[in-house]
Nanobody
Framework: QVQMVESGGGRVQNGGSLRLSCAAS????????VAWYRQDPGKQRELVAS???????SYSDSVKGRFSISRDNAQNTVYLQMNSLEPEDTGVYYC????????WGQGTQVTVSS
């Protein structure tokens, strides 16, 4: 059974930093591209950053230059370093395999106050 467990969220002020972690189990992690998604209340999840099996990263325009995604295949873990946080970054952050339908975790709440 696929399980994704996100952690590291919290409340920070505008301009602050957070590092999110996501531990995967039930899959051969290194086989998959993985991504971080953000969901605001009443809205669909949107992709924030993704990383391929080989480690190539891509970002949404809204976070490019501020966020950095990385992975540790030995630890079955993907990270999201978030710098220069803005109130618009507030939301629940999830990780999952790119294109996955199921296997969503509980997410981790990030709140950025102005």
């Amino acid at each position: 059974q696929v399980q994704m467990v996100e952690s590291g969220g919290g409340r920070v002020q505008n301009g602050g930093s957070l590092r999110l972690s996501c531990a995967a189990s039930g899959i051969i992690f290194s086989f998959y591209a993985v991504a971080w998604y953000r969901q605001d209340p009443g809205k669909q999840r949107e992709l924030v950053a993704s990383i391929t099996r080989s480690g190539s990263a891509s970002y949404s325009d809204s976070v490019k230059g501020r966020f950095s995604i990385s992975r540790d295949n030995a630890q079955n873990t993907v990270y999201l370093q978030m710098n220069s946080l803005e109130p618009e970054d507030t939301g629940v952050y999830y990780c999952n395999r790119v294109g996955a339908i199921g296997g969503w975790g509980q997410g981790t709440q990030v709140t950025v106050s102005s």
